[in-house]
């Protein structure tokens, strides 16, 4: 494995708070530190680590940056300072520098830090306090081993992306690739224009990067240059309405997951992989699955327990007494592991029932992949709408879905009639969601019409014989469906992300099942002069998806098995956010308003025209 | 392709047989070295100029080509009888059918064609291997068809033609324009018998149908699934193939083992982080030298200035005496002392740097523009033009500071005579003032703040009370982290002791020592962090909680004690399997001995010991052998120990409060309490 990001948290734990071997023969007391960080870093260091871990390892107080005038005057301590080289934070440690509270500092960066504030570092250390500059490169959120997150400092995806934004996703997206120690070649969605400007601004980084001798040398020993493939989610609308049903998109769906943590009954729970080897084993499960294997567990803890009970002591003898007593902390251990997340199960459960999921979910998986014919799945979703007990999001996702996957108008406004209908549905829409429900398909069908593709979710060619009784393409699609998926027999795990095709035309270019999308590629003068400039055919190894406007657990998970059961091949995702539903619905909410306030017929093309205006 | 299978073996022989003659020759060569030795080969694999070397040594082995000639005649009668048995035409292993010739050829002689390095051929297509043939006669032609001809004959050593042997490469083939040939010199030898896959585990017999690959790196067989790998080779120095991930390499089959074994991948994610101090200290070095020149102008002046106003104010007294008898014109020599003043004043920065009013409109340090309101005043220091901000309203860019101020801190200097003598006067005269901008000021005091920087930490540290908490705090901890210390290095011993299973008896001692040095050190630990608690910490209602002196270290101390009581907790936890492992071993240790020890007893005298055996087994209570009270005695230690535990918990658990477990905690240590007031009633006398 290439590319694994729980390696890469240990290993800069290990830079950060290991004292170097070097140091060992210093005595004890020096090694303890105070850690100081900004806002930024805060985030990453709690993800990644806990307090125990920080408290193991000496480090016996957190301070914020910002409040370096409050600090204690400590200097029996070390400081290990790591933040990310902003303007701010550089600031305030210049003029904590100028009045130093601790005994000596360790200066650690989460990203490139550039001449300039080198030099005023440099500048203001007159006393001389600091005794190592070292720049890890982390300037994002590890979710999973295998799932990332950008640390854009407004955390709402705004339809149209500023430039400086733009700027701070590069610069996120390069200490990734430094991290993991790989320069790319760049393939994107040409489609989208935010796209076409990140690509560019990673490779002007890169090339110029390359002057500092960073992305010098990264690919040495790989025999084919790691490819960095950004996605937009707006080519896939669909994949983020879709309910899942997998234990870590179900938390985040019905819960909502924030930087790992789930807040159930105001209680926080941290969901990391790491510590908890159940959710490690169970993270990707389906919900059956999960259910089984939870019980499972409970079994076990039962049984051990049972095992070594206080009342069955004066029976046992004494090997097993002692047995029990070493244990009793780990028992401990486990019984709370089982609480938390007997509390998450229950809470997923009582969401799933009380919103009618199953039902929800298999009409759901049986509209986008065309599983039944369009007049039955039709007055099904009537049946649905008719249904004064299912909540009003849910109808609005479904005929979403099936506006996209049939284009009839018709029904469309039959549909929209239903959901105003007061006696059936309860809140009826507000006014963004009519808008939503009338214009999404305009959205995004031109969307995915521009880049043709013909693939599981967007039935552009569909559209054309939409009224005739055999859906030619449609089978098509049906039996591409098939095939991807022969595996799964599971109803309510049909659906398919989008990614799982444009990885399918990366990994193996084959004309007869190409999707359609094209992807632009850049080459970094680095990697074209390791390779020559005529790698783009050649079999891939490494590919780090970034998928601009969010990624999806489900995706992670699709993530996870593709590089399961192809060992050749290391995959990573991430994305600006990770989205669930109710979050994705809002962005298009306010897409919809957006474009609304505009004139709409004319609105993609001119859009279009004023970003390239922008661009030039 | 079903038509072709009839005359197929027709166009195998026109393949073998009626190509042309260097072709022919090719072939029967391969057939016959088959114990060639590589070494003779390989060299002029990889260097051509080496090919005229073993040109010139061959030239004594002049007729193998006559030879080789007549050996591939045996093969042409194999093809005679096609539906019997198909033979190789070149190494004349027997076939079973086309198919597997085919892929035998592919795979056995396929380094005939230049183009198969880099893509393995084509199965299923019977042209392909004849069309290779021919790009290498053409190839061979193009390269000269003497070298290859001579050549051939180096390398071919008299020998019988029945050889299964891969073939060797051939010296002219090592000639292509840009990417040397991979060897497969090194290539395994498809045994006779059956062969299996070299992957360990694997264990595959290899066939046609599982696949019979040499991997390009390592040259082993392995099955088709474990070659399914791709890398990038060039030749290396050492005749072996090396890898190779730039351009200049070539796209190889390879085994799992050899992907897997490729640098990126063996490194797997590799956390990279660039290490700056090196660059870093260099540019504060530069920084230093130049501020710690500057430091040294500015004091320099700063004496003058001092000698100078001092002197001045010095005359200034006498004339005021003066003026006092006199009593006129006192203005005007004020004025003109004024304008003396500044003249002077100027010359210690030097007029140079004495930066000229006109053309200046900021500060120099703030940058505000000056204004009707906002004067221009010139630093006596270095010159330069500032505003005053006297209350810091900007960045306190100058203020008049008294001179008494600085030679407070800067008593050390080599004053004038005058100042030397007058000190004590000067230092208390406050009406000595000269206008300073702030950087000058830093620079003059760097060295006071620095020194009284590191001084802090000593001396001051005892006068000031916040800074006596805190080294009482920090003594504390560091006598803490010294025992930590401690406990860790006997944990390691220990774990080292039972990893290495001690064989004699004086490493068991040792080990027992250090178990309960251990449990000592533990002890003392438990008992230090009640201290620890005892002296930063206050009960309030059941609940502990940082007593109020200690408040404004209230974060640093809970965490130092949280840290302490997670150490306990693992350390116990960790003494405790080690010890239980511990006890087990010695356990099984002494149960094998007693085992031995009884099939002795009862081997050597079945009749007198079996009765005692008897006996004691009836009537244990009445009494006690020596051996079972050992045993007593043993369950006696446990149990005590394990007291010993279940009252340390109980303490811990007290102290974090956890009361809900601690009943049964206290339970337990009731039954095992039971317990040992029985085994001490059993043992009686012989107890401790």
């Not at chain 1, 199953?358 to 599983?371: A, K, N, P, V």
């Not at chain 1, 593709?562 to 989205?579: P, R």
């Not at chain 2, 009537?619 to 043993?634: A, D, G, N, W």
Request: hydrophobic share 30%; proline share 4%.
């Amino acid at each position: 494995m290439t590319l694994n990001l729980s390696k890469i948290s240990e290993a800069y734990f290990k830079k950060l708070f290991l004292p170097k071997s070097l140091d060992s023969s210093v005595s004890p007391e020096s090694k303890s530190s105070v850690l100081v960080l900004d806002q930024f870093t805060t985030s990453i260091i709690s993800m990644c680590y806990t307090q125990t871990q920080l408290l193991q390892n000496n480090v016996i107080l957190v301070e914020l940056l910002d409040n370096y005038r409050s600090f204690n005057k400590m200097k029996h301590l070390n400081c290990i300072v790591y933040i990310k080289p902003t303007k701010e934070s550089i600031q305030a440690f210049i003029n904590e520098l100028s009045n130093p509270h601790f005994k000596s500092y360790q200066l650690f960066l989460n990203n490139t830090i550039n001449k300039t504030q080198l030099e005023r570092l440099a500048e203001a250390d007159e006393f001389e306090v600091i005794n190592q500059v070292v720049e890890v490169f982390q300037d994002y959120l590890i979710i999973n081993s295998n799932l990332f997150t950008i640390n854009l400092p407004s955390n709402s995806p705004t339809p149209s992306s500023s430039n400086s934004s733009i700027v701070e996703e590069s610069n996120s997206l390069i200490s990734l690739l430094l991290s993991l120690k790989k320069c790319p070649i760049i393939k994107y969605e040409p489609s989208s224009i935010d796209l076409k400007r990140l690509s560019s601004e990673i490779l002007y980084n890169i090339n110029s990067n390359s002057n500092n001798n960073l992305f010098d040398d990264l690919n040495k020993g790989s025999d084919r240059p790691p490819i960095l493939l950004l996605l937009d989610r707006k080519t896939d609308p669909i994949t983020p309405l879709i309910s899942p049903w997998t234990y870590q998109s179900m938390i985040h769906e019905y819960i909502g997951v924030k930087k790992n943590i789930a807040e159930v009954a105001n209680e926080q729970l941290i969901l990391d992989e790491t510590q908890d080897t159940f959710f490690k084993e169970s993270m990707y499960l389906n919900y059956g699955d999960l259910t089984d294997k939870f019980q499972n567990y409970v079994e076990y803890y039962k049984k051990e327990t049972k095992q070594t009970s206080i009342e069955n002591l004066q029976t046992q003898n004494l090997n097993e007494l002692k047995k029990m007593l070493t244990k009793f902390p780990e028992f401990k251990k486990l019984s709370s592991n089982i609480l938390k997340h007997l509390n998450i199960i229950s809470e997923i459960d009582k969401e799933v029932n009380n919103q009618n999921m199953w039902e929800i979910g298999e009409l759901q998986q049986t509209i986008i992949c065309e599983l039944d014919n369009h007049q039955n799945i039709k007055s099904r979703l009537i049946e649905i709408l008719d249904n004064s007990k299912i909540t009003t999001i849910n109808k609005i996702k479904l005929v979403l879905l099936f506006s996209i996957r049939f284009h009839n108008t018709n029904d469309l406004s039959l549909f929209t009639a239903k959901l105003n209908d007061i006696t059936k549905t309860n809140p009826s829409p507000t006014v963004s969601q009519n808008a939503l429900l009338k214009k999404f398909n305009a959205l995004f069908s031109s969307k995915i019409s521009t880049t043709s593709v013909a693939n599981t979710n967007a039935n552009n060619l569909g559209n054309i014989f939409a009224n005739k009784t055999i859906n030619i393409p449609g089978l098509f699609n049906n039996n591409r469906n098939n095939r991807n998926q022969s595996k799964n027999d599971n109803i309510y795990l049909q659906y398919v992300p989008k990614l799982n095709e444009i990885l399918a035309d990366l990994i193996t270019p084959n004309q007869e099942t190409n999707s359609g999308t094209t992807l632009s590629t850049l080459v970094p003068d680095v990697v074209a002069n390791q390779y020559g400039r005529s790698i783009q055919y050649e079999p891939v190894q490494d590919i780090i998806i970034y998928i601009k406007g969010g990624v999806t657990y489900e995706e992670a998970r699709l993530i996870r098995e593709l590089s399961a059961s192809n060992k050749k091949i290391n995959l990573i995702i991430g994305g600006d956010s990770i989205l669930n539903s109710s979050n994705w619905l809002n962005y298009l909410y306010d897409l919809v308003n957006d474009s609304s306030t505009t004139d709409v017929i004319s609105d993609p093309t001119e859009e279009r025209r004023k970003q390239l205006r922008d661009l030039l | 392709m079903s038509s072709d299978i009839p005359s197929n073996p027709k166009s195998k022989r026109v393949l073998g047989s009626v190509s042309k003659p260097e072709e022919l020759q090719l072939d029967s060569s391969e057939s016959n070295h088959q114990i060639s030795n590589d070494k003779d080969i390989l060299p002029i694999v990889t260097s051509p100029t080496r090919v005229n070397t073993t040109d010139s040594e061959s030239s004594s082995v002049p007729d193998t080509s006559a030879t080789s000639t007549t050996n591939v005649l045996p093969t042409s009668t194999a093809f005679d009888n096609p539906k019997h048995s198909i033979a190789c035409p070149i190494c004349n292993e027997e076939m079973v059918n086309l198919h597997q010739l085919n892929q035998h050829i592919d795979d056995m002689h396929s380094n005939d064609s230049n183009t198969s390095i880099e893509s393995p051929p084509k199965r299923n297509t019977i042209i392909s291997p004849k069309k290779k043939k021919i790009n290498l006669d053409l190839l061979d032609n193009n390269i000269g068809f003497s070298l290859s001809d001579v050549s051939e004959r180096s390398v071919t050593p008299p020998a019988s033609s029945s050889s299964h042997r891969p073939t060797s490469p051939h010296p002219n083939q090592s000639h292509h324009p840009h990417k040397p040939r991979i060897s497969r010199s090194h290539w395994q030898h498809q045994s006779q018998s059956s062969t299996i896959c070299s992957l360990t585990g694997c264990n595959k017999t290899l066939n046609i149908k599982n696949g019979l690959t040499n991997c390009r790196k390592c040259g082993l067989l392995y099955c088709n699934e474990h070659t399914e790998y791709k890398i990038k080779l060039k030749m290396g120095s050492e005749k072996l193939p090396v890898y190779d991930s730039t351009s200049e390499g070539v796209w190889c089959k390879c085994c799992q083992r050899c992907y897997n074994d490729k640098p990126d991948l063996k490194e797997g994610t590799m956390a990279w982080s660039k290490d700056l101090t090196a660059e870093f200290n260099r540019k504060r070095q530069t920084r230093t030298d130049e501020n710690q020149l500057n430091r040294n102008k500015i004091q320099k002046r700063f004496i003058k200035l001092t000698n100078y106003l001092t002197e001045v104010e010095s005359q200034e007294k006498k004339h005021k005496k003066k003026n006092q008898v006199s009593g006129g014109g006192a203005a005007i020599s004020i004025l003109s002392d004024w304008w003396a003043i500044d003249e002077a004043e100027k010359e210690i920065p030097g007029l140079d740097n004495w930066q000229d009013d006109q053309g200046i409109s900021n500060c120099s340090i703030c940058y505000i523009k000056f204004s009707l309101l906002l004067r221009k005043h010139h630093c006596r220091l270095c010159g330069k033009i500032v505003c005053d901000d006297p209350y810091g309203y900007r960045k306190s860019c100058s203020i008049v500071v008294p001179i008494s101020k600085l030679l407070e801190r800067l008593t050390n200097l080599n004053y004038s005579q005058y100042v030397k003598l007058n000190w004590d006067e000067v230092v208390k005269d406050d009406s000595i003032k000269f206008r300073c901008c702030v950087d000058c000021k830093n620079a003059l005091l760097y060295d006071w703040k620095l020194s009284h920087h590191h001084h802090k930490g000593e001396a001051e540290e005892v006068e000031d009370g916040d800074e006596k908490k805190q080294h009482k705090i920090f003594k504390a901890y560091e006598s803490k982290l010294i025992q930590k210390h401690q406990i860790e290095v006997l944990l390691n011993k220990y774990e080292q002791f039972q990893k290495v299973e001690p064989q004699t008896i004086t490493d068991e001692e040792e080990e027992m020592k250090i178990g309960n040095k251990l449990i000592n050190q533990l002890k003392e630990f438990e008992n230090s962090t009640a201290q620890f608690r005892n002296m930063f910490f206050m009960p309030q209602q059941e609940i502990y909680v940082v007593s109020s002196e200690y408040q404004a270290y209230k974060r640093l101390i809970n965490n130092i004690y949280q840290m302490l009581i997670i150490f306990l907790q693992d350390s116990l936890l960790k003494y405790k399997l080690l010890n239980e492992s511990f006890k087990e071993r010695q356990e099984s240790k002494l149960r094998s001995i007693q085992l031995q020890k009884r099939q002795q007893q009862q081997s050597n005298n079945s009749s007198t010991n079996s009765t005692t055996d008897v006996e004691l087994d009836d009537s244990p209570q009445v009494k006690l052998t020596k051996k079972q009270i050992r045993e007593l005695r043993e369950q006696l230690m446990v149990m005590n120990e394990q007291k010993f535990l279940i009252e340390s918990m109980i303490k811990e658990y007290t102290k974090s409060r956890r009361f809900d477990e601690l009943q049964a905690l206290i339970d337990n240590k009731k039954d095992l309490e039971n317990v040992i007031n029985d085994l001490e009633i059993k043992l009686g006398e012989f107890g401790f």
